[in-house]
């Protein structure tokens, strides 16, 4: 299975990809984890380009298109790589997180992130994809205590609306691979809401086993 972690800023999900994981293992199930932007040298070179500070502005089509050439290297070394072995990926963000910071935040085109989605990922796509949703408030001023913030988390507070908005139209949209948790609640309750979900993802584990 292909498994994508979405959210925004200061939302918990490195601290519950990690217990996914965890919980995963227990039940024998292989899987990686892994991130985007980044996931190979090239990719987390990409991502640098991307987050760092720099004198000269990147356009927002120059952002969108480094998106998509990070993840095209990201799918070719090792996302489509550890499917075919039958290993589980887990991946913090992926597509979805394009339409929502790209499309959302930056007012880029659906369908033109649409076409970039179909040429570089063919019809790969997550099975299922847990966004972790909070208030902006709640999310920035966690993101706030991490230390210093990158490039795009120095956004205004509009924009990072516009990537929740995003989010959960997306979640609408596709509520057959979304699973919503509300990330503004303590640790211990979201990883209770969590709790079904991971069992969804066992059962799926049984089921293809058996096939």
Request: aromatic share 6%; with cysteine.
């Amino acid at each position: 299975m292909f498994i994508t972690i979405e959210g925004g800023e200061g939302v918990g999900k490195s601290t519950n990809i990690a217990y996914i994981a965890d919980q995963l293992s227990d039940a024998n199930i292989t899987c990686i984890v892994t991130r985007e932007p980044g996931g190979t040298p090239l990719a987390e070179d990409i991502r640098q380009l991307l987050l760092s500070d720099r004198d000269e502005a990147i356009a927002d089509n120059t952002e969108l298109l480094l998106m998509f050439a990070s993840r095209a290297q990201h799918i070719a070394g090792v996302i489509e790589p550890a499917l075919a072995r039958g290993d589980w990926v887990i991946c913090d963000r992926f597509t979805d997180a394009t339409y929502a910071y790209q499309g959302g935040g930056r007012g880029l085109s659906e369908a033109k992130i649409a076409n970039l989605e179909q040429w570089v990922q063919e019809d790969l796509r997550p099975d299922i994809t847990i966004l972790f949703d909070a208030p902006i408030t709640v999310g920035m001023s966690r993101a706030g205590q991490r230390g210093e913030l990158d490039r795009i988390e120095r956004e205004r507070a509009a924009f990072f609306e516009n990537v929740r908005n995003c989010y959960l139209m997306l979640a609408e949209r596709h509520s057959d691979r979304f699973r919503t948790v509300d990330a503004s609640e303590t640790l211990g309750r979201v990883q209770a809401s969590l709790q079904p979900i991971i069992a969804e993802m066992k059962h799926q584990f049984l089921v293809r086993s058996k096939t």
